[in-house]
């Protein structure tokens, strides 16, 4: 394989331009004409698609439907809500033409739409019958970045999924933040091999708008924390303006409780970081496009004949186990450069057939995230490949929880907080909850707080920066 | 059932107010703030989700993959086939602000996704190993409405999906374009029962930048034509301007051959229209999002239990079927209203299930499409509700065929076209193939040339219009 095609820098050497290689050279996405935006390649939106419906599955056994809300939202609707339409209004993309006629009320391309939504729900919803209102929405959220751009990280555009519930009580509302955020977790450590870590964001760190915002937190290869998902409980904040009212039983009139939730194709971003290595993309089984390659050797016509028969004999044996398997039969292209190019393209499993494999009634079996080779006999193939699919992708999940494990550590100084953070990483630092404290440390260090973990891991303590009296534990890291 | 809740008017006699009833009544959807705008609720997306899926299974056989596009295309690019532009560019919406930047280069909201594609297909396409290239889009298209607005038929930003392949022949990309006709015509009398008239275009009603456009065209009921779907041959005529090129087997550069094809949640407005009667919706089985509902009868506290027990045990027998299954289990309410809710909502099967049923070991199964009530043996359950489901499918394209059928006739005299016409429904008429003649038919009657049907009645006969020879029968009606 040409330098060109394949990745030219490593992981560890330029971890930035390392990421764009793999994300390009893979083919999952390329750069639109326009800045800050990107195209999905199909190995790229089948991930997305895989995503989906492992969270469709859960969400539908929660009671959660789908729908649809159109892109334009008017200036005024946005406006209603004075906090959250602070937040947003900076970054929102403004449509004030269509045709050659001007638009009044100017539109802003949805940049979340509790707005919208909310103002569907304050019509529907008349008793406590309505209620529990659960529904979700795939579509995209278009929020303009003047900063840096990167592909699946931050976008301009980015696709994702946001689910809005509304109950008619507070308890209610805040168990089902609590179910999605587990949800949430559930679905990215199972699916893409990521551990995450759990929590509240701090009132400064919070949704614009929300009472509390849970989220939880990965960590990257590079020490950055990212971002993997928020579930926020909103109260009533979204419900008074919106007037979504409900008569309970009694038929009193009362305002809603509300949550609302969200993850993006970032998950997508933090999947290739993770697990990719120098070699390209390392995907887990569970949410590759191929899970399988079938690469046929062979140097003559003859054995070409056999070599190819047998594998498409194993590729009809992965087929009715339900395995995603595709069999390389590009002619004039070597073996060599066929495993290079799966293995830039992350496809977890490769089979190698040649004629002497046949000969012995076995094939070569070769794992991408660990890079080593076996033989597997041929009448195994149907009993093994997925017991072999499973154990990659809980090792890919073992190694990857052991990076985070590795990288997070207690500090309660602050000379040895500012020391640690250079080495990146998680810090478990305590903190009075004064927000000046969280300021400073974020002027001086660059680190935020990037959830305060339900699970505290010390109490009682002295804050890391102004040495109160502490009791909440937090993790503090730089973060994308 | 109030007549609040219900339809308040009849089909027959003011059929746009019974649609527009229809869709927000049944919940299907709901108007957005913005005018043109909707907003699909849970039932209505759900619809949109299977036909959704009964396609993708299509492509996926057909080796078509999906992708991801932004919303947001530089109107540069916008502009450089022109003639497509022109067509799009008075009903594009124009981003001109990010925050309270002015942008440079306006942005347009996507009216279809040709330009923006081909802009990255010149770049991922460089020899004819990369092709064909079949990748399909689903996402929303953005056009500005001036005319009246309709849900699900005239909206300013739509749910379709868009497909756009590149071939290294004409012969080949031709094909493709019928075998994705041939998809969507499967598709919506499989799924939708709507059965439709395939063919082409004219040169006047063509894809603005198609070489020509294939089309299905259905009937609905007030005599009206609907467009279901198209097909667009291309040509080279994206391709030289965006520079889709390919590296041919003996290294030659040529311009590639290309095609594009798209239905929208239009398919949903002509279910509504063509199935719906004065008691609501009447959906197909096999894209209802509740196949069957099972509605307890009770009016003791002692037979409650028994009778929910016993609707419970068939909501088991049916999920263990894959059969999409509901039992309505909301206490307060009468079954008498519970039956006009179901059926306003169209729920193609209704269990009834009360104390007497049990005693005799039966149900009531009562068909929404043709209004029939019938008992069922409980032990035929299992054996025979998707039967059932079967039948009604079939029934339900069988009477919308015959309406198609009945309202379909050849004429070929101008005067008793025009009288034909006041009717509605398809005219089989011979036209010359002058544009001329086909501007002052619609000019003088309204009527449209909808469709040049790939099996054509008769020839050699005169142009309806104007006398001269025609080998041409190309279907007339007016249309949405």
Same mark, same amino acid.
């Given at each position: 394989m040409s330098k060109e095609i394949?990745? %030219?820098? %490593?992981k560890n050497d330029d971890f930035s331009e390392w990421y764009t290689q793999v994300v390009l050279k893979a083919e999952l996405a390329d750069y639109a004409p326009v800045k800050g935006l990107i195209v999905l390649r199909p190995d790229g939106y089948s991930i997305w698609e895989s995503i989906r419906s492992a969270l469709d599955e859960k969400f539908r056994k929660e009671g959660i439907r789908n729908g649809f809300l159109p892109v334009l939202i008017p200036e005024s609707l946005l406006g209603k809500e004075k906090k959250h339409f602070a937040g947003f209004n900076p970054e929102a993309f403004w449509v004030t033409h269509s045709g050659n006629n001007e638009i009044g009320d100017r539109l802003a391309l949805r940049p979340t739409s509790e707005t919208l939504a909310y103002s569907m729900y304050s019509k529907w919803i008349k008793s406590w019958r309505d209620l529990p209102l659960k529904i979700n929405f795939w579509n995209t959220a278009l929020r303009a970045e003047i900063k840096a751009t990167k592909p699946f990280l931050r976008n301009s555009e980015f696709l994702w999924q946001e689910g809005h519930t509304v109950h008619t009580t507070p308890k209610e509302a805040e168990e089902e933040v609590m179910k999605i955020l587990d949800i949430y977790k559930k679905t990215v450590e199972e699916e893409l091999a990521i551990p995450v870590i759990t929590g509240k964001k701090s009132e400064k760190e919070k949704f614009v708008g929300a009472v509390y915002t849970t989220t939880m937190e990965s960590l990257m290869p590079d020490g950055k924390a990212l971002q993997m998902g928020t579930s926020h409980f909103l109260g009533q904040n979204f419900a008074k303006p919106f007037d979504v009212k409900f008569s309970d039983k009694d038929n009193v009139e009362n305002y809603a409780w509300q949550t609302s939730w969200g993850v993006s194709w970032r998950l997508i971003g933090a999947m290739i970081m993770v697990h990719g290595d120098n070699k390209g993309l390392v995907l887990p089984p569970k949410v590759s496009p191929i899970q399988v390659v079938i690469v046929p050797i062979y140097y003559s016509e003859a054995d070409a004949k056999k070599v190819i028969e047998k594998a498409n004999e194993i590729e009809k044996i992965l087929l009715d186990k339900k395995i995603r398997v595709h069999v390389d039969r590009r002619s004039e292209l070597t073996p060599g450069f066929k495993f290079h190019d799966w293995e830039l393209k992350g496809i977890p499993l490769r089979i190698e057939i040649g004629p002497k494999d046949i000969a012995k009634q076995k094939v070569v079996i070769a794992t991408r995230h660990n890079q080593e080779k076996t033989d597997l006999a041929i009448d195994k193939i149907d009993g093994e490949i997925n017991v072999i699919l499973e154990k990659i992708q809980n090792e890919m999940f073992d190694a990857a929880k052991k990076m985070l494990q590795e990288r997070s550590r207690s500090v309660d100084d602050y000379e040895k907080f500012k020391e640690e953070l250079e080495k990146g990483g998680f810090l478990y630092a305590p903190w009075c909850g004064d927000e000046n404290c969280e300021e400073k440390i974020k002027e001086e260090t660059g680190a935020e707080i990037r959830v305060i973990p339900f699970e505290e891991k010390n109490q009682n303590t002295k804050c890391v920066y102004c040495g109160k009296s502490s009791s909440i534990t937090s993790i503090f890291a730089r973060g994308y």
């Open positions: 394949g990745i %030219t820098v %490593t």
